[in-house]
């Protein structure tokens, strides 16, 4: 059994690392950022709520996780957890061996920019923990569960059995645990039909039957779907034909800009990605600010509209993510769209939970909405004890398997 899991959550110059003590029941973080530069710094680890900030100038994954883990000397790790964004077709999290390598690494395609970071990661992690379990947790892996309407686009077959070409859909960690958790607190454990809405920098909707993902509104990339921070969400396909010949754009900057310079910044005119800034900038009258908003909240009202078709019963909604979590106003103006699904806030509760607070916020005459705190930390530590476990039963029962003899 791991009482201690490290969990490690690598960019492509940045490692985000958590170690969980699961007998002492606390998390150390760390944060390494700027790697590869002159300003590679290491910040915020703190054991016993000491601070850290290490300049480590120029230095690699390696270097940085070999200096935050000598901050923890005391406290080494049994197993080690990574988070990847895409694992294609693998369907649940899975001890790290070159086979399950060779996976990510052909999933690279479809998330360019976050597998090679993730191998870079284990690699580093291989090499400080030779003799460590490691298990891939997979941000899709809950969604694999959609049925095939759900994941198909509407484009030639060869596409999608050729290329895999389909809709994967992200986030899988945070919404398998808030609808897990959301579940509970409502008092029917992985039973019944709930949406969750993620909304942080990155945002998604997903529909829950019965515990397993049967809709969720991102797609091949983390770009289709809802508004983001700067990501643009849906838009008209066509939009990329018209941009190429009335502005001569090239698919990578079309990209760029559906992925940097959209969203909630394009709306606001470059104002701001960040929605504590919006909704202030919007008190203070700034009308783009105010649209921006009133977008975001009205397209993620009409997805989980749109989701709610892949259950066969809605008992309810979760909120999650810095936003979700954090914003009543928010809340308020989305819920303000779905009138005839019956929902009824209660303004009241509604006001009163701020970050890390769980709690009930309808008047109980119509489906139920939670706002659940987030916790893909934990659940990936989950995940991996669950792996090595397994992984402990498995070799056990070999072992005592009696030895095959000659007829
Ligand atoms: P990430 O997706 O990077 O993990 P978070 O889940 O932390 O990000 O969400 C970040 C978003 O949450 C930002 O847009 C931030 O403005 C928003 N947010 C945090 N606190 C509040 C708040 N009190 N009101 C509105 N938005 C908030």
């Not at 009241?348 to 987030?374: F, S």
Request: net charge negative; with cysteine.
């Amino acid at each position: 059994m791991s009482k201690s899991v490290l969990v490690i959550n690598c960019g492509s110059s940045s490692i985000k690392f958590a170690l969980l003590l699961e007998e002492q029941n606390f998390r150390i973080h760390g944060l390494a950022e700027n790697l590869g530069t002159e300003n590679a710094r290491i910040k915020g680890v703190t054991v016993g709520n000491e601070p850290v900030d290490i300049h480590i100038p120029f230095a690699d994954h390696k270097k940085a996780l070999e200096v935050g883990l000598e901050r923890l000397a005391n406290y080494k790790p049994d197993a080690i957890g990574h988070r990847v964004v895409h694992g294609g077709s693998l369907t649940k999290a899975e001890l790290i061996n070159d086979e399950i390598i060779e996976k990510i690494r052909e999933a690279t395609p479809l998330a360019p920019l976050h597998n090679p970071a993730h191998l870079i990661g284990i690699e580093a992690t291989q090499r400080l923990f030779p003799d460590l379990p490691q298990v891939a947790v997979f941000d899709t892996a809950f969604h694999q569960t959609m049925p095939a309407h759900a994941y198909r686009y509407a484009v030639p077959k060869f596409l999608y059995t050729d290329f895999g070409v389909r809709r994967y859909g992200f986030h899988g960690t945070s919404h398998a645990y808030v609808s897990e958790r959301g579940s509970e607190l409502a008092g029917s454990f992985k039973q019944g039909g709930w949406l969750t809405a993620h909304l942080g920098n990155g945002s998604s909707t997903c529909a829950v039957w019965n515990g397993q993902s049967v809709d969720t509104s991102m797609g091949l990339t983390p770009l289709e779907g809802l508004v983001m921070g700067t990501r643009s969400g849906d838009v008209d396909p066509s939009l990329h034909s018209f941009l190429a010949a009335n502005l001569g754009w090239d698919v990578y900057k079309i990209d760029r800009m559906l992925n940097k310079e959209s969203g909630l910044l394009g709306l606001s005119d470059n104002l701001s990605n960040d929605m504590r800034t919006l909704i202030e900038a919007s008190e203070n009258g700034n009308e783009d600010a105010t649209l921006a908003i009133e977008v975001f909240c009205y397209r993620l009202a009409k997805s989980l509209a749109a989701l709610s078709c892949g259950l066969p019963r809605l008992d309810g909604l979760f909120f999650t993510g810095g936003i979700g979590e954090n914003s009543a106003y928010i809340r308020e103006k989305t819920m303000a769209y779905l009138p005839h699904f019956g929902f009824n806030l209660d303004k009241d509760a509604n006001n009163v939970l701020k970050r890390g607070t769980e709690g009930r916020i309808d008047n109980g005459t119509g489906p139920q909405i939670w706002v659940v705190p987030t916790d893909e930390e934990g659940r990936i530590a989950k995940e991996t004890q669950s792996v090595v476990e397994q992984e402990v039963e498995n070799t056990t029962a070999k072992k005592s398997e009696p030895e095959a003899t000659l007829a």
